[in-house]
């Protein structure tokens, strides 16, 4: 099972194959989450007096951390298997929710011009992915071509998306300024607020987190895979066994900036609000802290640390607001240093020790 | 005129450095003489000369040994093959062809010339299979690297690289867990994937044990004949071991050429060389 792809200790560890390693992996996480659904919409079925009964609120914050570990996915995709940290990514995820919420906004509402267009379902789907996809591809373009790699490339994602912050709080901009875009009413004919949108939206999104697992294991398992990892080791030498490593970072690049995308777009009909904060350059390093947390270059690790910490956030915060940020970080330290490989490396190094078998 | 400016265009952008694996299509021709022919080669650094008229002649599928002291051009006289340093005068050619002079890089390497460096440098999270996968020729375009599949000639070919550099254990390990004679000999099964028709191989037994180096020159003995192989060695004892034809390089030029026991006879060479060599041995 573990895909941690980095040499881990000196024992000299055995991957048997790569064919089983990969269905074996993508089969038992497609099977959680599809278990997830499952149960998740069945004990909201059940009566609300009942025990068990999971209420819409509770599906809606599942909904939400789903959201969440897509927006995960994303990161561990490119900074895990090509080693480019983005501290921007909160900015495509931005994107893509502003195209949902003028989708939304324009629902009954009498907007005019551009804003108009995007009232089409089809049309807003196709900014969901447009937008964030064309601002990678421009941007990941220029920072590529020129080789900018490194903390040099995570500072300019993190200017990139806090100059997107200024000007989406800019009124002229015509997107709601510094309050976003709020009140939307209904999606597809049917009333946000109702029951069976809740719990739409959130096997909704579970699905798009399954797709999305499969989608990065076919290409982390693939040749191009190998080349990411090679890049991300030696990239000089990829580019010497005669690989376009620039092309190759632009198109992993785009495709993680759409997955993130396609997560805000998702994540805003089941908050009710976008604004101009989801640009915050915090809530990107956020994103890359879930998952450091969870276990960098396995993908599922990007999952628990989603979940894991989000789910903290929203106990913690409720019970002491003010001290989130410095569990945040305090948990970040400790991680990385006690656990270099996060959760999954441990679970990972767990079962070795249990098991004794080497092979994944 | 307009196609010399697409051209240069070409060569100016920056991701053309990377074509150099397209199989080129005018193969070498080797059949009136040597493989690699330097001819009155000069190179000047500052007003020093790293080479100074130097001639040399590797026929095909020959193994020859380059040995000489410190400063003696060895690795300049690689650079100079494989496009990294221009020469102020002389010609180089490879097969009666191509004149390599007029090659970047790139074209030289697409051409046949493998060159391993000094260090050793392999992907250590990836598998010696998937090292060599890598490495091997083809499409190295972004959509056809990701619906890749290996075929039953790559997978033989795997097979038979893995077999001649003998790590067919090793296939599925990673290759940050070799010992660093393994990791030499994976670099040397990498440049093999390309099919190469001229290996250069820069000091391959540095820091190797014993064994390794008797596992090394097997292997360089096995590699001779099917391509050429040119080894640059301080090591006298290796070069003694897989050596049939020796040149010795000596401030820039050839200072004795012929077999092993010829040149180690030669008082110039134990002048300037081997004695020097075997005094600090001793
Ligand atoms: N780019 C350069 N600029 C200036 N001088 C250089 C350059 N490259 C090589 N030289 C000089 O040219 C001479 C030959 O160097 P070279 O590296 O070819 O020697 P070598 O035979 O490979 O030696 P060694 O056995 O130490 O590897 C040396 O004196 C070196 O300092
Ligand atoms: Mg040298």
Redesign the interface.
Same mark, same amino acid.
Not at chain 2, 123 to 127: C, K
Not at chain 2, 145 to 148: L, N, P, R, S, Y
């Given at each position: 099972m573990s895909q941690v792809? /980095?040499?881990s200790s &000196? /024992? &000299?560890?055995?991957?048997?194959?790569m064919g089983h390693l990969s269905d074996r992996t993508t089969t038992f996480t497609c099977a959680v989450l599809m278990m997830a659904a499952v149960l998740v919409v069945g004990l909201n079925l059940l009566p609300s007096d009942h025990a068990l009964h999971v209420g819409d609120a509770t599906v809606s914050l599942l909904g939400k951390y789903c959201c969440y570990m897509l927006l995960a996915l994303a990161v561990d995709l490119i900074w895990g298997y090509l080693g480019i940290l983005s501290l921007g990514h909160g900015a495509f995820f931005a994107l893509g929710g502003y195209a949902m919420g003028l989708y939304l906004n324009a629902q009954g509402a009498n907007v005019d011009g551009w804003q108009a267009w995007l009232g089409h379902f089809p049309l807003a789907m196709l900014a969901v992915v447009l937008a964030p996809g064309l601002l990678a591809l421009v941007f990941g373009w220029l920072a590529f071509?020129s080789r900018v790699t490194g903390v040099y490339f995570s500072i300019i994602t993190q200017a990139m998306t806090f100059a997107l912050m200024l000007a989406f709080n800019r009124n002229e901009m015509g997107v709601g300024g510094s309050t976003g875009l709020t009140r939307f009413r209904e999606l597809l004919g049917m009333p946000l607020n109702s029951h069976a949108m809740t719990v739409a939206l959130f096997v909704a999104s579970l699905m798009a987190v399954l797709l999305a697992f499969v989608v990065c294991r076919m290409?982390t398992t693939?040749?191009?895979g190998?080349?990411c990892? !090679?890049t991300?080791?030696?990239e000089a030498? /990829?580019?010497f066994? &005669?690989?376009?490593?620039?092309?190759?970072k632009l !198109?992993v690049f785009v495709v993680s900036a759409v997955m993130a995308g396609i997560a805000g777009a998702l994540y805003v009909p089941q908050v009710g609000i976008i604004n101009p904060g989801s640009f915050a350059p915090l809530f990107s390093i956020e994103v890359v802290v879930w998952v450091a947390l969870g276990g960098r270059a396995t993908l599922f690790g990007a999952l628990i640390g989603a979940l894991v910490v989000n789910w903290l956030k929203t106990v913690l915060t409720t019970e002491m607001p003010d001290a989130w940020l410095f569990i945040l970080g305090g948990l970040f330290v400790v991680v990385t240093m006690a656990l270099p490989q996060g959760i999954a490396g441990l679970a990972a190094s767990l079962r070795r020790n249990r098991g004794g078998s080497a092979h994944e | 005129m307009s196609e010399t400016l697409n051209r240069l265009r070409d060569m100016a952008r920056?991701?053309r450095? +990377?074509? +150099? *694996?397209v199989p080129d299509v005018s193969p070498v021709d080797v059949r009136h003489g040597p493989i690699l022919y330097m001819e009155d080669v000069t190179v000047s650094f500052d007003g020093f000369r790293a080479i100074d008229r130097l001639n040399l002649t590797i026929d095909d599928g020959e193994l020859r040994c380059i040995i000489g002291p410190n400063g003696a051009g060895k690795t300049t006289m690689m650079d100079i093959i494989t496009g990294k340093t221009r020469p102020d005068s002389g010609q180089v050619w490879f097969g009666s062809r191509h004149n390599l002079l007029r090659l970047a890089e790139p074209e030289v390497a697409s051409l046949g010339i493998g060159r391993k460096f000094q260090k050793p440098?392999v +992907?250590?999270?990836?598998?010696v299979f998937?090292n060599l996968?890598?490495?091997m020729a083809g499409d190295?375009?972004?959509w056809t690297? +990701? *619906?890749?599949r290996l075929d039953h000639e790559g997978r033989a070919r795997l097979d038979e690289v893995l077999e001649t550099i003998g790590l067919e254990a090793e296939r599925?390990?990673?290759a940050?867990?070799l010992s660093h004679g393994q990791k030499q000999w994976l670099e040397i099964g *990498?440049l093999l994937m390309q099919r190469p028709r001229l290996l250069l191989i820069d000091e391959p037994v540095a820091g190797m044990t014993e064994q390794e180096m008797h596992r090394t020159a097997d292997l360089l003995n096995r590699l001779a004949g099917q391509q050429s192989v040119v080894v640059v060695e301080h090591d006298m004892g290796f070069v003694r071991s897989i050596a049939r034809h020796v040149t010795v390089l000596h401030q820039g030029s050839v200072l004795a050429e012929g077999s092993m026991d010829a040149v180690a006879a030669d008082p110039r060479v134990r002048e300037v060389y081997l004695g020097a060599e075997e005094e600090r041995h001793a």
């Open positions: 792809r /980095t040499v &000196g /024992t &000299g560890s055995v991957r048997r194959s071509r290409i693939s040749r191009l190998r080349v990892i !090679a991300r080791d030696a030498r /990829t580019r066994l &005669g690989y376009r490593v620039e092309h190759v !198109a | 920056p991701d450095v +990377f074509d +150099f *694996m440098t +992907f250590e999270a990836l598998t998937e996968e890598l490495a190295r375009r972004v690297t +990701f *619906m890749a599925d390990r990673w940050g867990v *990498m």
